[in-house]
């Protein structure tokens, strides 16, 4: 037997997502043919810096960034999210890296992994074709 989940659940686990990121919205467009995922860190939730791991920095500010992640089956899927800065005690201020892509990354992890495999066996031109290559969605 499985386990029923709700939508933000199920994109929780699919994602590996941890606390304090959650999963706020998942809005499918069928006209736009594309799955957006809204990730959120909880309210007050404090980031290790990334410079020097000083724990618990409060949040400075946050930058609204989209990432392209694997298709869901025939929808261009992105996740959406705010990337949180800290104000950290030593460094100042600095962006916190997102788990799901490397920092400076349009792309997730997943999405690179999945594509750099195509690319050992198909042109490049095909793995865009097939991934549908970066759309701008607005
Ligand atoms: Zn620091």
Redesign the pocket.
């Known amino acids: 037997m499985g386990i029923s989940y709700s939508t933000p659940q199920l994109v929780a686990v699919a994602l590996g997502l941890q606390s304090p990121w959650e999963v706020v919205e998942t809005r499918l467009d069928r006209t736009a043919n594309h799955l957006r995922l809204t990730l959120d860190f909880a309210r007050g939730a404090r980031f290790a810096?990334p410079?020097?791991?000083?724990e618990a920095?409060l949040v400075h500010d946050t930058e609204a960034r989209r990432w392209r992640h694997l298709n869901f089956f025939r929808y261009a899927c992105y996740i959406e999210a705010r990337q949180p800065r800290v104000r950290?005690?030593?460094?100042g201020v600095?962006t916190v890296p997102v788990p799901w892509a490397r920092p400076g990354s349009g792309f997730t992890l997943l999405f690179e992994a999945f594509t750099l495999t195509l690319m050992q066996d198909m042109p490049i031109r095909a793995v865009s074709d097939l991934v549908g290559g970066w759309s701008t969605i607005t």
């Open positions: 810096c410079a020097c791991s000083t920095c950290c005690l030593n460094c600095k």
